[in-house]
T-cell receptor, first 117, second 111 residues
Framework: EAQVTQNPRYLITVTGKKLTVTCSQNMNHEYMSWYRQDPGLGLRQIYY???????DKGDVPEGYKVSRKEKRNFPLILESPSPNQTSLYFC????????????????FGPGTRLTVL | SQQGEEDPQALSIQEGENATMNCSYKTSINNLQWYRQNSGRGLVHLIL?????REKHSGRLRVTLDTSKKSSSLLITASRAADTASYFCATQETSGSRLTFGEGTQLTVNP
């Protein structure tokens, strides 16, 4: 079954304790992205990756790191989490056709609800 | 900053009625996509319309795109209670490779 998986689904942590949220897709997609969703603010992009070893900042990258060492995985790292990073996080992936053809549909993971105390 | 902005922010209708949501954006785009999200869950892709298309249909969904007005609309016909969800538009700008989401329209369909 084609899918994007995220782990963990729920996480409660404390300020300053490093954490990693994993994301994996089994569709051989080039493009992967992380978003955070907060009430009244919609989805905001954190980082995205066009392919292995190619990553770029989105709208709200501060306090986050990513890596893309393999095509299927795109982990999100919070080196020193703070309470303002409490949010619902989504990973997504898509084929990238390039040029004006652009993206096809994005497939979203089920979300990770993070609480930083 | 958000590229797409949905209107209205919230919409409440009766089952069987049609629901129309609008999306406006600021820059030139390659394509525009609509997504649906049930409360607290992942987004699900509904339909994609490219910049050279004006209208697309998928089941009870109809999407229009007016690039001269930089706007799109999503029409859900004969709505059902199960259509209750948040609906988001997302745009891919011609100048880059990012996909940018709006803040969404919360649709409530009352039985």
């Amino acid at each position: 079954e084609a899918q994007v998986t995220q782990n963990p689904r729920y996480l409660i942590t404390v300020t300053g304790k490093k954490l990693t949220v994993t994301c994996s897709q089994n569709m051989n997609h080039e493009y992967m992205s992380w978003y955070r969703q907060d009430p009244g603010l919609g989805l905001r992009q954190i980082y995205y990756s066009m392919n292995v070893e190619v990553t770029d900042k989105g709208d709200v990258p501060e306090g986050y790191k990513v890596s893309r060492k393999e095509k299927r995985n795109f982990p999100l790292i919070l080196e020193s989490p703070s309470p303002n990073q409490t949010s619902l996080y989504f990973c997504a992936s898509s084929f990238w056709a390039g040029g004006l053809a652009g993206y096809n549909e994005q497939f979203f993971g089920p979300g990770t609800r993070l609480t930083v105390l | 900053s958000q590229q797409g902005e949905e209107d209205p922010q919230a919409l409440s209708i009766q089952e069987g009625e049609n629901a129309t949501m609008n999306c406006s954006y600021k820059t030139s785009i390659n394509n525009l996509q609509w997504y649906r999200q049930n409360s607290g869950r992942g987004l699900v892709h509904l339909i994609l319309i490219r910049s050279n298309e004006r209208e697309k249909h998928s089941g009870r969904l109809r999407v229009t795109l007016d690039t001269s007005k930089k706007s799109s609309s999503l029409l859900i016909t004969a709505s059902r209670a199960a259509d209750t969800a948040s609906y988001f538009c997302a745009t891919q700008e011609t100048s880059g490779s990012r996909l940018t989401f709006g803040e969404g329209t919360q649709l409530t369909v009352n039985p």
